[in-house]
Every structure is written in C-alpha cells, then in structure tokens.
C-alpha cells in the first residue's frame, strides 16, 4: 500500500547523471517540472481510457473510426516511450517490472500491440485507469491516502472473517439453487443447477434482475426465504468491516496519544505511565 | 449548515423603519404574524410543487390545463414579489442574493419565466421544494436542526473516506463492465462499454434492473463476482459513516458532561457528584 | 409497548364475580386454563388469516369456496363472542376499547359484516394477524419483549434523525425524478413527474424493478449517479440506528450494574460513589 | 460450532489395534498420511459435486452423459465405503451416527441410491458440499475456526432481536401485500393475497426482480412507501449485528488481556507495566 504514495526511493540511481535527473522527473512529485510531468500523464491516461470505451461505440466508431484508431496509438506509443524510459532510468530493472506500478505500466500498453493479432483486445486498455492510481501521489493527498491505508488496514484485518462469511454464502447458494432447480424445473427457467446457483446468487445479493424468477408456489416459497436470509445477513459482512474501521480508526487516533522516550508510541490516551517501560509519562 | 437554522441576523437594516418591520416579517420567525408568514409560505411552495407535478400527468393536464397554468404563474407572480421584497429589505442585498437561501429563492421563479422562450422548462420548478427547508426554522425544530447538523458532521467527516471508496468503485465498475463487454459481446445486449459500465453499476450497486442481463456461462460467473463484491463491498461506506456518526454522537454527548476537579472528567450528563472521587460537582 | 407484556392489570373488575373469573381467563395468562385459552386463541387466529389469504387464490376458492366462506364465518363470530366478553368483564370499557389491542380486536372483525356491504373488503381480516402479537405474553417469553423493547427504544431514540434523513430522500427524489423526466421524456417510459419520482424512489432504495429504465445516454449517466447515490446514503440509517442499538444495549447493561439506596440505580459500572447522593456504593 | 474444529477425540477406540489405526487415518489430521487422505477427501467431494452440477446441463449430458454417470456412482461407492469404514472403527456407533457430520456423511450418500427408485433426486447430491466444511479441520486453520466461532456467537447472541425483527417482517408483508392485492386486483398481476404477500417480501428486501409491478398510482404509492420502508429498516438487522460482533469482539480481546493488582483491568494485551500504577505485570 505505499506504493500508493510513492514508487520505491531506494530504486534510485545512486550516482548523478541523467538518469537521476530523469528518475527525478518520471518517479518524483517534488519539483514544479515533475508534478507538471505527472498532471500531463493523469490527463493523457483519463482521453486515452475514454478514446477506448468511445470506441466501443457503434455510431461513434462509424463517423470517427479512423480518429479513434489515431489516438489509441499515438497514446500507445507514447506510454511505451514512458516505459521505457521508466525502465532505464531506475537503479534495478526487475524491482520496478516487478512490482504493482511496473506491472500496470506494462499492461497498459500491450493490449495495442496484441490487438494487431487479435482484434477487440484493444478494449482491454481500459486496465490504463488503474495508471490514475498516481493520481494520490501527485496531488500530495497525503491525507487521502493515510485514509486508504486505513480501509485497507480494516479490510485487511476483517479478510479471515469475510472469507469464512463468503465460504458459508457459497455453500449457500449451491445448495438453495439446486433446491430450486428440482422445484422449479427447466419449463420455468430454471433450466440447470449451474443456472439455478446463478439465480440464487442474483436474489441472496439483492440484486433480482428478473431474467429468471419463480413461477410455482412452493418455488416462491423458498424464494421468499432466499430473499430474506439475504436481506438479513448483508449485516454480517457490515457488521465486521463496521467493528474493525472503527478500531482501526481508534488506533489510529490512540498511536498520535502517547509517546514514550523507550520508543514505545502505542501506550493508550488515557495511560500513565508507559505499558512497555513502566516510566512516568 | 446554521443557514438551515437561521437566516444571516447582521443583515438586518440596522436603523429601524419600515424596511426593519419588513425584514422581521419576512425572514423572522419569533412573532406570531411571522410565524404565520412562514406558515403560509410553505403551505405555498408545497402547492405550487403539487401543481407543477399534476401539470406533468397528460390526462390531469388534458382536463385541468388552463387551471394549472394559472395557479402555476400566480405562484410565480407570488413567488417573485417575495424574492423583491426580501431583496429590497436587507441591509446588503449582495450578501443576500448569494447566500444559498437567496439562490434557491431566485432559481424557484427564474424556470417559469424561462418557459416562454424554452417550453418544458418549467417542470424545473420542483426545485422550488429546497425551499421547504426553511421548514426547520419556522417550526423551531432546534432539536431536528441539531440532529441534521450531527448527521452533517458525519459525513463530512467521513467525506476523505468516502472520496477514496467512490473512486475505487468507479476503477472497478470501468474495468468490470469492459471485461463483460468483452465476454458477452453485442448481441447480448452488451452494446459498448459504456453501457457495459452503466450494467457493472447496476448490478454492483445491486439494483438490478434486468434490462441487460448476461446470457453465456463466463458472463454469468463474472456477474456472480460483481454481485458478491456489491453485495460485500457495502459494508465499506456503511463502516465508515456509522463509524463517524458514532464518535459525533459521543463528542455531542462528551461536551455536554461534567468535569471534577479530582481530573475525572467522565461524570454522566446528569451526574451532581463525581462518580470517582464522590466530591460535589 | 407495556402492551405487548401485558393487558393493562388496573382493568380487572374490583369486586370479586364471575366477572373477575372470565377477566383472567380471558385476560390472564397465569393459570394453566387461562395460557391454554390464548394459545387456542392464537391458532384460531393463524388458521383464520391463513383461510383469508386461501380465499383469495381464485383456484382454490373455485374448488372449496364453500368451506371457506364458512369457515371465515366460524371464526369472526367466535372473535366477535370473545371480543363482547372481553368489552363485558373489563372494569372500564372505554379503556380496553380505546386501547391498542382493544382497536386491533374490533378491526379483527368488522371486515367481515363490511363484506356484506362491500364484496371484497373480508380479506382486510389479515389485520387479524396483529393479534398473534399476544403470543409475547402467552409463551412469557420476557427475554423477547426486553429485546423488542430495546430495539423500539433505539428506534425512537433515533427518530429525530431518520426523520431527516427522511425528509432529504424525499427532497432528492422529487428533483432527481423530475429531472429524469426532462431528460428521458414520455417516449422512454417516464411519463409524468409522479412516476418518474416512483422511478427515483425503486432506483435510490436499489429496488430496481426494471419495468421503466432510462434509454438515452444522459438519463443512463444520471441513473448510475442516482443508484451510487443509493448505495452510498443507506450508510446514514445504518450508522443511526447501529449508534442507538448500542447505546441502549450498553446502558441495558450499566442500568443492572451499580445500585445505589438512594433509589438511583443508573451509576456507571465503574462508579466508586453514587453520581446523586455521593454515597460510597 | 467446536465439531467444525475437529470431530470427537472421545470416540477414539480405547484399545490399541488396527481400528485405533484405521481411526487416526480417517479421523486425525495430525500425521502426514492422515492429512493427505483428508485432502484426497475434500478433492473427491468438490469433483463430485461439479459432476452432480454439470450433469444437470442437457448440452453436457447429452454429450458426457454415460462418463457422468459412471463418475456419480464411482464417488458414491467411495463415499459409501468411507462411510462404512468410519462407522467400524469409533468407540461407539451411535455416537458418530448422530452427530452432524456422520448425518452429512449419510446424507451425501442417500440421494444416489435414491434415484434408482426417484429418478431426479441425484441432485440431492450437492449436499456433499457441506462435508468440505471439514477443510477447516485439514487445513488448521485456527484462526479461521476462531472468527467462524466469534461470527457463530454473534448470532447466537443476536438471536432473539433477529427473531423479533423478522417476526414484526413477516406481519409487515402479510398485511402490505394484502393492500396491495385490494388496491392493483387481479387484472395487474397482484392474482392473490400469497402472491402479493410474495410481492411486499420481493419488493421490501429490496430485490425487485420487477415480475410483478404497480400499475396504478395509488399502487405506485403504497410501493414507494414499502421500498423505503424496506430502505431503512434494513439498518436494524445490520445494527444488531454490528452491535454483537462488537461486543464478541472486546470481550475475545478483554479475555487476552492484562490485569493488574491495582485493580487496573484494563491493560493492553501487550502491556509489561500496569499503565495506571506503573507496577511490572
């Protein structure tokens, strides 16, 4: 999750020369020159994702096609430049392709180049808005992303309980869509167990699309239970991400309370003296 | 937000004279004659949205047409000798057409107006509802207005929170909707990608209109992924904003406590003795 | 809410008569004869309201109508014998009559002798089914009115802001709703403003009927905000009510924890000194 | 809930032989061989019930069919004699027999010889997927088997405000639907009072699939009215919960942690010194 507020410092050039002052560019935020850099890709990042999805559009595609085709690549083309660049100018090439910016940098743009063998892969660029993440860094919205940090802390910390909450849900749903399946039968849509587990996912989650609903009493029967239990246990999964935002927002509050000289910084506000150390604070 | 509980006092006229006696009956609300004003008023507006509102059902409009326009243009004719008035009787009539009160007050006649050159426009006069908020004020409703402000607090507290959760759901429903339109393609009524999107919200958000629905098996699983994470991924902003009204109920509680000079500041609301150290508050 | 425990004790007849022996037969639910009076009672209810729901199955009724027309019959005289002995053996009349559950007995069966008038109006006998509400004080089941208690507290603890919250829902749907109909207009479907704020209201709460949805793309890019909207503010009930349940929970708890013989019995779990007398607990 | 975390060591043959052998492979998890045979297990039963699930897909059946049913019949005699085997080698028969997962045992057996008799019933089948819950066992996963028990009190704890509220649920449906069945009639779908009971429940749990729908304004009205009330009362269930998990959640954490002579109780649980007194733990 730091990666959210900065790219790895350590990877660096150590010695100046140009690539440091192209890292600098690229990869910081700092100077005037280098927030300008980032803005100017957030921006290209943003027309290039709606280039693609309007190209997706049959009227559009009809009257603009070939415009479109021009600026998907001339935004391919000027992200693999980026790549690259990003590439030579970073201390280890591997730590920076490996890692999550690297890999999203790299997606990014293959999507084009795989399109030239097989066509429609180009609507896979969308991927590029994964890019705007930097977004955070850039803005400096250091406050923004110690709140992230702190969703993900929460889910992070609730991932055991929702696991076992998603196990149950699919057992759940495999189990009350075959009940469906034999109520129901294939003359009322319910046309296959695999089917039938989709319906019950569509009305547990609450979402009731109506492309396939019950049509016998006892079938409605059990539907109305389905609908119910979903109703009521969409508690669990809020009462579980609920208790751990709260703690972590506590902790977070807690860690900024009480400060020891013996380096301990997690003593709760309302503490006397240290819990590690046991010296006066 | 106090602009929900009380109109700006230092615009009041400061010498006294017809203008004072007008401001006091207009945007006061301590006598019984501008009690009754207010009373009046919103009784007014409440109507005049009923209007606008039958004036839009065909077969009302087809029997009752002329009557509507009527009472739609004597409303307005009300409406904007108010918003005169009210302009001509504050000290600085500027700070009055800005605040957000005087906006809305000059949105809810501009749309009639307007209707003359741009037929239609008029149905925009429901805006006129937002002035019903005024309705606090009139009734005295210091408590509701207390309790709106908490709620306020909440969420703009939790507004950084929320800001991180939106913008992650709207990366997700970008990607998700072009992978459906990948895997289900035109003919099953996944036209484009922005109509794939405006399907990933619909189904994330677990509304589920059914007016597009995923017909092949993969789109289906996928659908079942969207479904599931809408239907787990709520628990987020409910987390985040019970957590906020939470700890705004506790300050609004804290601030009302009492404190002991013995440092036990923790004494109940209604305590008359310190619960630590017994000694008299 | 006492109601639910029990009918109000202060209306059995003074003087000891057969008056006084029906009055705890009938409202009683101590002796063996009287408990077994009101679970007889309670079945007669569940059978009577499912005969009415059977009445109405237009299958059913072709086959047995007959049966059911008696039955239906059978059961209103008996609650209308039960209802005159209950309006016979109470001290005053007027109370019980006046009271909720003597409201709910008399509604229990005029729907019946309406129907002789107006075909149709016997299936309003459902409302029977508030009767079963007594099964609480039958089956003692205390544990279960203290739980319904607290959750009827939280409620009315939180009613100040869910009227808010309330009347912000409806402000924002008669102004999303009109401005749909300005923008999708009778042609898609949304052909006045009252049906096109009934479309805000089953999108917001994430209803999603499907039976009118938006066609243009602008109507499209409204309804995604509107139902992330939804998805986003049903945190605001969620985060109040949750806020109340657990305060009425933790002071369920506290209330039980320090009495004082000053009568006051509401002292923290922690208090050393009662918080009215200062009396060491 | 402890039989989630491993099945009765009580059962264990007592003397020493090659039942006590025969046990320790097919109930224990602690040796490697134990381990395996239990992953073999959990493999056989989640291929066998995807071969239940695609046998229900005419496409499949008509081109695999003799291989499914070969495979059905092969993990049933599997099944069968594990079974069988499990029952020879406990202390006591009955003991196993009666428990929940030896029921779950049979019970994934049953369906198959069952269709030789009930065509259909092989779809039964999927209820192998309850056996997979003994992955928890397999994979020691603790801690998962820890937050299963907390989410598993929570409930429990919960259990009588959720009885309360889906009680007051169900009498809320009974008499919306039977309004709803007065005010739309038969001839707008609303067929029967079971059927529009169906409806309020499809429309309050905010599923909506939008099968059965409002035609007239009155209808709309009262609709609107469910789904908000459908909006908000969804945060009691979510509040009962959270409230719950809350409270399950201090107290797993309190039992942890650390109490000192001062009588301090409330020390965290990482706490060396009492962070009140200052005295070492």
Not at 13 to 30: A, M
Not at 96 to 125: E, K
Not at 214 to 239: D, K
């Amino acid at each position: 999750m730091p990666a959210l507020n900065s790219d790895n410092p350590k990877n660096r050039p150590k010695t100046e020369s140009w690539k440091t002052q192209l890292y600098d560019l690229i990869f910081g935020s700092d100077t005037p020159t280098a927030k300008n850099f980032d803005i100017l890709l957030i921006v290209s990042i943003l027309i290039s994702v709606i280039v693609v999805m309007l190209d997706s559009v049959a009227s559009i595609k009809a009257d603009h096609g070939q415009l479109l085709y021009n600026l998907e690549w001339f935004f391919t083309i000027i992200f693999t430049v980026e790549y690259l660049l990003r590439l030579i100018c970073v201390e280890s090439k591997a730590k920076y392709a490996g890692s999550i910016f690297g890999i999203v940098d790299l997606l990014a743009i293959i999507p084009s180049y795989l399109s030239l063998f097989l066509p429609g892969s180009q609507f896979l660029l969308v991927i590029r808005i994964l890019r705007v993440l930097r977004i955070f860094r850039v803005l400096k919205l250091v406050k923004y992303v110690s709140e992230a940090e702190l969703l993900l802390r929460a889910l992070r910390a609730s991932k055991q309980k929702i696991t076992v909450f998603l196990f149950s849900v699919l057992t759940l749903v495999v189990i009350l869509g075959s009940l469906m399946y034999l109520i129901e039968g294939e003359e009322n849509g319910f046309t296959s167990i695999p089917r039938s587990v989709y319906w019950a996912i569509v009305t547990l989650t609450t979402v009731g699309f109506g492309d396939i609903v019950p049509q016998t009493a006892l079938g409605r029967t059990l539907a109305s239970f389905v609908m119910i239990l979903g109703y009521s246990i969409i508690a669990v999964p809020t009462g579980i991400v609920t208790t751990e935002i709260q703690s972590a927002t506590r902790q977070m509050r807690t860690r900024r309370s009480r400060h020891c000289s013996c380096g301990n910084s997690e003593n709760d506000g309302d503490a006397l003296f240290c819990k590690i150390c046991g010296k006066e604070l």
